[in-house]
């Protein structure tokens, strides 16, 4: 092999070949995955990922599970419009389903269609209030995107051709298609139908019934209201309705399904969410759900913002995962004192989610039975809250008192289906060992007793209540956040950041203009550093430091009610020519040159004409263009923010619209 020449300086690789052991070297080197992140960054990074994209994942299957029922009423109510019909009518009705509740999600409403496409030939077309502006419009988005379906152009070869006699918001057109096409079924979706404007959804209504034999369509309105009161009785006339065959499918309501979305991610004790959501975030969504905006969409935006939060300001949420290596035998320990506390820290918690969950199963039994349960479905948020500050609910007592007034016959039923829901429990199995076996032995002494036997039952249902008793208090009494290193994989009481829900962003923008740097990191670096005047603070960044933008709205600042354009762009052109000046007196610093020299140097340069060259080597015309295009840039940016507004009068003149602000 030929002889590695180092100081080539034509080879831009040497390769070494391996010829020996390196034991040594690998006990000593660590790992790529070894090494942490010296900044933490990335490691909370990606453990957030990994925990908010299970939890995400949970979240959307609970509510495909919740809203399952309801999109296959739908699918039934379009597949039954045709056998519906009433006979002997004046006029034929339009099949029109009305959706309240509805959540604001357009992958929701398109679920009929692909659950209909399977069986039958449907074609669906989604109308929005911000393009049906008028009726025309409306017609227009109609009829050609029924034209322009997949499903029609397949069926009906002549709607390929672009020489139509009728115009694309005829529904003669659609009618055409239906004589071709009579198996294809048209939906038509009125997204968001509180916002159309109810002028126009009348002529459309009144121009389908003129169509509703020939081309038969049904309307899905989607309606964010509540049932009752009804939002299309309320605004439309009798003479509307009359045109309608309508129905009415509930949704269930937004703060209920994210009521069973939190019980069944973050209080399912077959579910490990990766990290527990404490009571300060509860209680902030049960706040925000009950006042501001109740929307499952908020609901996960508020969930995704606790998941950050706490990755972001908690150092102990992402440890890094060190590969396992004999030389590293004390790392070991802590590593297994960590396993050991996250187990501990699971079980505790898997306490509490069982206990609430055997709590919500005889409350449903009882309520199923007939009797008074407890109304736990309307403030369950609340509720869940009070369980994880170790407060049982006061209520509890009730159900205690139902279940030892229970008959015989429904206290079997009871304990069955606790032997059920114990069962099915695997990861809990064996830690209810001894439930499972009392409630069993309570369950055989319960079939040992003859039928009319009434006071050895009565005495076995208050034994049952009592055991309850003491057993649910003891698991909805558990205080998690006393376990070690509980920080890892519980928010506790940490405070929730609404300012990142809601966001103030006009004294946002102003404070980014007033003070530039602060919003960046790299901000502070790359000030030049320069003598300032004597009334500036060391800490303050001087002006001409500022971008462009920033110059122009300090001097906005400092001016009255009107700003002249001219005056405003001479008081930039100023700061410029600082800036200018500055950054040539730190060019020439650098290069050694003495004060003296540039103090001449950069007076001369101000007195050379408009062909003069300055010390950083711009033409005095080419400067002039340069400080006008960034005047005019700056300007623009301004005037897109909105600080200030135009006048009818003086062409030269702005009105100043912000006058206070906080530096």
Not at 229 to 243: K, N
Request: negative net charge; contains cysteine.
């Amino acid at each position: 092999m030929s002889p590695v020449n180092l100081d080539d300086i034509s080879q831009s690789a040497v390769y070494i070949p391996f010829e020996g052991a390196d034991e040594d070297l690998h006990e000593s080197s660590p790992s790529k995955a070894s090494k942490p992140d010296p900044s933490g960054k990335v490691a909370w990074l990606e453990e957030y990922r990994k925990v908010w994209t299970r939890c995400l994942e949970r979240v959307q299957a609970i509510e495909n599970d919740v809203h399952e029922p309801i999109l296959h009423s739908v699918v039934d109510e379009i597949r039954q419009t045709n056998a519906s019909a009433l006979a002997g009518l004046p006029y034929p009705e339009i099949p029109t389903i009305c959706l309240t509740n509805c959540p604001s999600t357009s992958s929701l409403l398109s679920q009929p269609a692909a659950r209909m496409g399977a069986e039958d030939d449907v074609a669906v077309v989604e109308l929005h209030p911000e393009v049906c502006s008028n009726i025309t419009t409306c017609m227009k988005a109609l009829v050609s995107g029924f034209v322009e379906h997949p499903t029609l152009l397949e069926r009906v070869s002549k709607l390929k051709r672009r020489t139509n006699s009728l115009a694309m918001y005829d529904l003669g057109l659609l009618a055409a298609c239906h004589r071709t096409a009579p198996d294809v079924r048209l939906v038509a979706v009125l997204c968001d139908f509180e916002d159309f404007d109810p002028s126009i959804v009348r002529q459309l209504f009144e121009i389908c019934s003129l169509f509703a034999s020939q081309s038969p369509l049904t309307f899905v309105l989607a309606c964010a209201s509540p049932p009752a009161p009804s939002y299309i009785h309320a605004t439309f006339p009798h003479s509307v309705l009359a045109l309608l065959r309508l129905r009415s499918i509930a949704f269930p309501s937004a703060a209920a399904v994210v009521a069973t979305i939190v019980e069944k991610t973050f209080f399912d004790v077959g579910f490990d969410p990766g990290l527990m959501l404490g009571p300060a975030a509860l209680d902030f969504l049960a706040v925000y759900m009950a006042q501001h905006n109740a929307t499952v969409d908020a609901a996960v935006t508020i969930l995704q913002i606790a998941h950050m939060r706490h990755f972001a300001t908690e150092p102990l949420a992402a440890l890094p995962l060190i590969a396992q290596s004999s030389s590293h035998a004390n790392f070991h320990g802590s590593l297994t004192e960590r396993e050991t506390a996250r187990k501990v820290f699971h079980a505790e918690a898997r306490k509490v989610r069982m206990g609430l969950g055997i709590a919500r199963c005889v409350n449903a039994f009882i309520s199923a039975q007939g009797h008074r349960g407890l109304p736990w479905d309307a403030d369950m948020l609340t509720i869940m809250s009070g369980v994880l500050r170790g407060r049982p609910p006061p209520d509890l007592k009730h159900l205690i008192r139902m279940v030892k007034l229970l008959e015989a016959s429904e206290l079997s039923a009871l304990l069955e289906e606790l032997r059920a829901l114990l069962a099915s429990l695997t990861d809990a199995r064996d830690a209810e060992v001894e439930v499972r076996e009392y409630i069993r032995a309570l369950g055989s002494t319960h079939q040992d007793q003859e039928d009319d036997e009434v006071e050895p039952y009565r005495a076995i249902g208050t034994e049952f209540g009592e055991w309850l008793a003491v057993y649910l208090g003891d698991l909805l009494s558990v205080r998690i956040e006393e376990c070690d290193l509980f920080q890892i994989w519980y928010t506790n009481r940490a405070p929730f950041p609404s300012e990142l829900l809601n966001p103030n962003v006009r004294s946002t923008v102003l404070a980014g203009l007033v003070q530039p740097h602060a919003f960046t990191e790299a901000g502070a670096e790359n000030v030049c550093h320069s003598t300032k005047s004597d009334d500036d603070d060391d800490d303050d960044t001087p002006l001409w430091a500022l971008p462009d933008t920033a110059i122009l709205f300090a001097r906005y600042l400092d001016s009255g009610r009107m700003i002249n354009v001219y005056d405003w762009f001479e008081a930039f052109r100023i700061v410029l020519e600082t800036q200018r000046e500055e950054r040539a007196h730190g060019l020439t610093e650098g290069d050694g040159g003495n004060n003296e020299k540039d103090k001449t140097s950069r007076k001369n340069s101000r007195n050379k004409g408009k062909k003069g060259v300055a010390d950083d080597g711009i033409d005095a015309e080419k400067w002039g263009l340069e400080v006008q295009a960034r005047f005019v840039r700056a300007l623009h940016e301004l005037d897109y923010i909105g600080v200030m507004k135009h006048t009818g009068r003086k062409a030269d003149h702005v009105v100043k619209i912000v006058y206070d602000v906080v530096d």
